[in-house]
């Protein structure tokens, strides 16, 4: 698409507006000739001094596939320099969500949000004090948000206010990665390696992952950290035989000794059932996890083959009856909604077998169509977008008849039918590692290739990332990194300890 910008160069808002409107048009910044171009913006700002105060205007003109219109928002731009550039880049955004609106008639579902977590504006809107009702009429009325969409966010926003009272200003969430799985999914663009391709780079990772840790648990109690929680993911963490996750487990128990006193809560993603084993479990259980996750994604077979993966629905049954008998206090079970050769009817039989199994926690993913993944790559057919929300149509009703209520969601780019992914618990079994996370209420320590460490200060809405090494070699050869992270960390709670620190409430 064409674009023309007059009097602002808001670059990032339109783009972001345009990726979550037109998907597959990429910005072109030339000169438009509205009679001549088949997709077009122009995108105008003016603001000046008026009666009423300062105020600031936006103009889209919008045209694509032979029809055109236009839309004007104004706002008043008042408080300092960085809000009144909150209030140019809404009413620029707004202006071309509304221009799109009246054009095509569309109306995505989550309207003009173009972020990863819509429901931290709830969150927000909570802690400053405002009531259910208005953090609710602030995401249908500013934001544009469909009244389904905004009643979800409500519920996640409101189950992460309510975590963020528990947390003090040095807790911290530690993630663990481990990015190696048995073969790569379809769907797949994290960095994780198949372990047929990678087997020589396990052990010298184990060992190289086990050192970080060492290394990161002095630091913690050094700084006077209390860990809440342990997420280890990837990847698939069960990739690893008995012995090296016992190690790791031993590694964090042992490095991190009191900083975990009030560790409530360890997660690991066994993810893949053909990488559980009795063994593996038993292990686990002895570590004292909390949680485990087995992923089918799906229970069809032909949808398993067509995504990659080598386990039949027979598998995860067995890896399921495996996780009863040791008893694990929580299970979460994934699905994916849109696969390739899935339908609504297949996916409405793979839910109704994973609430079979009795699991407290089921997530339910829409396709994310990410670069590098072999669905692109190889041009696999998919399910379209009216397919996909007929899928999360019938998810919704089917999970909270049978007792479950949603507790985190957050969106991707690139998803089928700009939708969402959704935590759904029954009571008592939220993850609080995927709260903490989703809604940036505490910083995260990653250990592991491809770890992004985020130090957070929700009473100041600061946050700083630091990120490893992206690959499991490159990680290996360069521990000088991840020593630099550490001590970045360090340093970050240094800083907080000259700062007053109020409620970790975002």
């Known amino acids: ?97 509304l221009a799109y609106r009246q054009l095509t008639g569309g109306q995505p579902p989550w309207g003009m949000l173009t972020g990863v977590r819509p429901d931290k504006l709830v969150t927000e809107a909570l802690a400053a004090g405002k009531t259910p009702v208005a953090a609710r009429e602030l995401l249908e009325k500013i934001y544009f948000v469909t009244p389904r969409r905004a009643a979800l966010a409500l519920e996640t926003g409101t189950a992460a206010y309510e975590a963020a009272k528990g947390l003090g200003p040095r807790d911290i969430a ?58 280890m993911g990837g990847g698939t963490p069960t990739t690893l035989t008995a012995a090296q996750l016992d190690r790791v487990l031993t590694a964090f128990e042992t490095a991190f000794g009191p900083a975990l006193d009030a560790c409530g809560e360890i997660t690991v993603e066994a993810g893949r059932p053909d990488t559980i084993t009795a063994e593996k479990l038993a292990m686990l259980k002895g570590h004292g996890v909390h949680r485990i996750s087995v992923n089918p994604q799906t229970m069809e077979e032909n949808v398993l083959r067509a995504i990659g993966r080598r386990h039949s629905p027979g ?98 780019k690139y998803m089928s039918g700009s939708f969402e992914n959704i935590g759904w618990t029954r009571p008592g079994g939220a993850c609080l590692y995927n709260i903490y996370i989703m809604s940036e209420l505490c910083s995260i320590l990653s250990f592991g290739a491809g770890g992004s460490t985020k130090m957070t200060d929700p009473s100041r809405r600061l946050i700083r990332r630091r990120f490893n090494p992206k690959f499991p070699k490159e990680y290996v050869e360069r521990p000088e990194k991840t020593r630099s992270n550490q001590a970045d960390f360090a340093a970050f709670y240094r800083e907080l300890n000259g700062k007053e620190q109020g409620p970790c409430i975002p």
């Open 1 to 97: 698409m064409k674009l023309e910008f007059h009097g602002h160069d808001e670059r990032y808002t339109v783009e972001q507006s345009l990726l979550n409107l037109f998907p597959g048009e990429l910005p072109v910044y030339e000169p438009v000739r509205p009679q001549e171009d088949e997709s077009w913006a122009i995108v105008s700002w003016r603001e000046g001094e008026e009666k009423s105060g300062k105020r600031g205007h936006a103009r889209v003109e919008l045209g694509w596939q032979g029809k055109a219109d236009a839309y004007s928002f104004g706002c008043p731009l008042t408080g300092t320099e960085y809000e009144q550039e909150r209030q140019r880049r809404h009413a620029i955004g707004a202006a071309f969500f």
């Open 174 to 231: 530690v993630y663990i990665g481990v990015p190696f799985c048995p073969t790569r999914c379809a769907y797949c663009s994290f960095v994780s390696q198949s372990v047929e391709k990678s087997f020589s780079l396990v052990e010298p990772y184990v060992e190289a992952l086990e050192a970080e840790i060492k290394a990161g648990g002095r630091m913690a109690q050094e700084a006077g950290l209390r860990v809440r929680c342990l997420y």
């Open 315 to 412: 598998d995860i049954e067995a890896a399921m009856d495996l996780a009863a008998r040791c008893g694990f206090p929580h299970v979460n079970m994934d699905l994916i909604a849109g696969l390739p050769e899935d339908t609504a009817e297949g996916f409405r039989r793979s839910l109704e077998r994973c609430l079979q199994f009795g699991t407290d926690n089921v997530t339910v993913h829409t396709l994310a169509l990410k670069k590098g993944s072999r669905i692109l790559l190889e041009g696999l057919a998919i399910p379209g977008p009216e397919a996909v929300g007929g899928m999360l149509d019938q998810a919704e009703p089917a999970l909270r008849e049978a007792g479950y209520a949603p507790y985190y969601l957050y969106r991707q």
